[in-house]
């Protein structure tokens, strides 16, 4: 069966940096897009970007750019997100989720027709000083 | 705040019908599909309907989801203990480049 399987929890100072692992398994790593969502404390969620596993293409959501890489490794089936200068107000849990989208596709022609199946349990990412 | 919105909380009692609101734009729900998603406390999300009103295998069809223009609903029926949990809205904005949008989500609670 389809499965993600995240790093463990994180303990981090503000200014710091993070990277958040997703091993896949149970299907081709590379035949479909990966998003990163993260949701704070009690709140909601808030995608963070996408990563094209195939080619390495991402896309981020204008909040983070400038502060997230997404990137993977195909010998392994693992796709990471990393977060720099942290804030305190980036205190979430960070959850890696497929997209149906195949990767032979443009995301951003077709990505609108597809959507999240399977998410990763979530890794809890804590800053605090 | 979200993009999408929804009442934060909803509530029932057992065997009872359910439903709970997205609201959204022209860019976002009026335009694309909406997804919801289940999170019982302490797990990660859960597909629970996509493309407006289709189920996974494996969802009981108690679950229903609808769309009109720049809303959509999720309806539960036959209401369960085990039904209890947070649930989002989401969908494509072609804002922009394009990018997700969810819902505040709504805590149901079963009374």
């Known amino acids: 069966q389809v499965q993600l399987v995240q790093s463990g929890a994180e303990v981090k100072k503000p200014g710091a940096s993070v990277k958040v692992s997703c091993k896949a398994s149970?299907?081709?790593?590379?035949?479909?897009?990966m998003h990163w969502v993260r949701q704070a404390p009690g709140q909601g969620l808030e995608w963070m970007g996408w990563?094209?596993?195939?080619?390495?293409?991402?896309n981020y959501a204008q909040k983070f750019q400038g502060r997230v890489t997404m990137t993977r490794d195909t010998s392994i089936s693992t796709a990471y997100m990393e977060l720099s200068r942290l804030r305190s107000d980036d205190t979430a849990v960070y959850y890696c989720?497929?997209?149906?989208?195949?990767?032979?596709?443009?995301?951003?022609?077709?990505?609108?027709?597809?959507?999240?199946?399977?998410w990763g349990k979530g890794t809890t990412v804590t800053v605090s000083s | 705040q979200s993009v999408l919105t929804q009442p934060p909380s909803a509530s029932g009692t057992p065997g009872q019908r359910v439903t709970i609101s997205c609201s959204g734009s022209?860019?976002?729900?009026?335009?694309?599909?909406v997804y919801w998603y289940q999170q019982l406390p302490g797990t990660a999300p859960k597909l629970l309907i996509y493309?407006?009103?289709q189920r996974p295998s494996g969802v009981p069809d108690r679950f229903s989801g609808s769309k009109s223009g720049t809303s959509a609903s999720l309806a539960i029926s036959g209401l369960r203990s085990e039904d209890e949990a947070d649930y989002y809205c989401?969908?494509?904005?072609?804002?922009?480049?394009?990018?997700?949008?969810f819902g505040g989500g709504t805590k149901l609670t079963v009374l």
């Open positions: 989720a497929r997209d149906l989208c195949p990767t032979l596709y443009y995301y951003d022609s077709s990505g609108k027709d597809y959507y999240m199946d399977v």
């Open positions: 149970g299907y081709t790593f590379t035949g479909y897009y």
């Open positions: 990563i094209n596993p195939n080619s390495g293409g991402t």
């Open positions: 022209s860019s976002n729900i009026g335009s694309n599909y």
């Open positions: 493309r407006n009103n």
């Open positions: 989401a969908a494509w904005d072609d804002s922009l480049s394009g990018f997700w949008v």
